[in-house]
């Protein structure tokens, strides 16, 4: 239980274009979702907490109109990309927070790859 | 601010031998902390937590509030716990937002 999935895996763009990913839980709820990203060898970066029903809460840094993102539903949040550029390339990451049963803890999605040309 | 470090970038080991990944953390009140493992190509998961107090494909960690210090450590090493090692914590009104550490690659050599 407690599986969280992204569409797409990976996706090709070109610059100036915007890009939508989904992150779904695919067997519970989750009222909180977040948003990483990561770097080729580096940690997970923390973009955003995305609440059902409610306003993303942007880390510091993260520009809120070129990464929007919408939770419309306890089980999907979405993070477009919004006229990407080539520095925008990278692994995006999404967890859901929720339970399988026994203790909440944040579950991750298996990542998006961005390549923008 | 809360912050994870995690000194090693990388730490080889020998199949057998003892493991000790190290993370350090700095805040001020009383933090939950999180060791997650991310194995080659798959995603990031869950490794123990230091609440649970237990042990996970046995790893243990202890969480050492003197030194503001959770590292994690395996007495034999084996092959396939080779992967990427993060150290994370959550903190009150984080709204159980993780901050991870840099990471550490575990390679264990036969």
């Known amino acids: 239980g407690a599986v969280v999935s992204q569409h797409p895996s990976w996706v090709i763009c070109k610059s100036g274009t915007s890009v939508k990913i989904e992150c779904r839980s695919l067997?519970?709820?989750?009222?909180?979702m977040f948003w990483y990203r990561q770097f080729p060898k580096q940690s997970l970066m923390l973009m955003a907490t995305s609440n059902e029903g409610s306003k993303a809460t942007y880390e510091q840094g993260v520009e809120k109109d070129k990464f929007l993102i919408n939770h419309a539903s306890l089980t999907l949040s979405t993070l477009t990309v919004t006229s990407a550029h080539p520095e925008d390339s990278s692994f995006y990451i999404c967890?859901?927070?929720?339970?399988?049963?026994?203790?909440?803890?944040?579950?991750f999605g298996p990542g998006t790859r961005l390549t923008v040309t | 601010a809360q912050r994870v470090t995690q000194p090693e970038k990388l730490l080889s080991v020998f199949k057998g031998a003892p493991v000790e990944l190290k993370c350090n953390y700095s805040y001020s009140g009383s933090p939950e902390l999180f060791w997650y493992v991310q194995y080659s190509r798959q995603r990031l998961q869950l490794l123990l937590r230091?609440?649970s107090r237990e042990s996970i494909k046995g790893f243990t960690a202890d969480l050492n509030k003197g030194e503001t210090s959770f590292h994690l450590k395996k007495p034999f090493a084996q092959e396939e716990d080779s992967a990427m090692y993060y150290c994370?914590?959550?903190?009150?009104?984080?709204?159980?937002?993780?901050?991870f550490g840099a990471g550490t690659r575990l390679a264990v050599h036969p």
């Open positions: 994370a914590l959550t903190f009150s009104g984080g709204y159980n937002k993780l901050i």
């Open positions: 967890s859901a927070y929720g339970t399988s049963g026994l203790t909440y803890e944040q579950y």
């Open positions: 230091h609440i």
């Open positions: 067997d519970f709820q989750a009222t909180t």
